[in-house]
């Protein structure tokens, strides 16, 4: 069990023009393609979640809140879905989906932006806060 907790509920969510904002990262490390050899080239791994509203891979994304940053929410996203900590790098870009199951008041259409940042992993954790949902 995690002592870390995951953040629940919409209260903080952050919304704007119909759209709950959303943040999360692209988990990745390098490796080496011949662990023996010093010289060899480089192999990148890229970390994908199990989706939990059906079949599917996704990468690590949730809301950002009212008292985070967008930075500071894909960083904690990245903790509590994927259980791996790293250096935030380059912001990639915003894309926009329509969420399976999270419609409320303020996004009927349930409509979500999502800022999404490379995130360098630098340690996997043991457990984490929703490594019960895979």
């Given amino acids: 069990m995690s002592d870390l907790v995951a953040r629940t509920g919409r209260l903080q969510q952050r919304y704007e023009a119909g759209c709950r904002l959303v943040a999360g990262c692209i ?3 390098y490796r080496s393609s011949d662990e023996t050899d010093v010289n060899s080239e480089k192999v990148v791994e890229v970390l994908m979640i199990n989706s939990t509203s059906g079949p599917g891979l996704l990468f690590p994304k949730g809301g950002w809140e009212n008292d985070e940053t967008v930075e500071e929410a894909a960083v904690r996203e990245a903790i509590e879905e994927a259980g791996v900590k790293g250096d935030l790098m380059d ?3 915003y894309y926009h989906f329509k969420s399976k199951t999270h419609q409320d008041e303020f996004s009927p259409e349930g409509l979500c932006r999502a800022a999404m940042f490379a995130l360098f992993v630098k ?3 043991d457990s984490w806060p929703e490594q019960a949902r895979l």
């Fill in 123 to 125: 340690e996997e954790l």
């Fill in 91 to 93: 912001f990639i870009g």
């Fill in 27 to 29: 988990p990745f490390r």
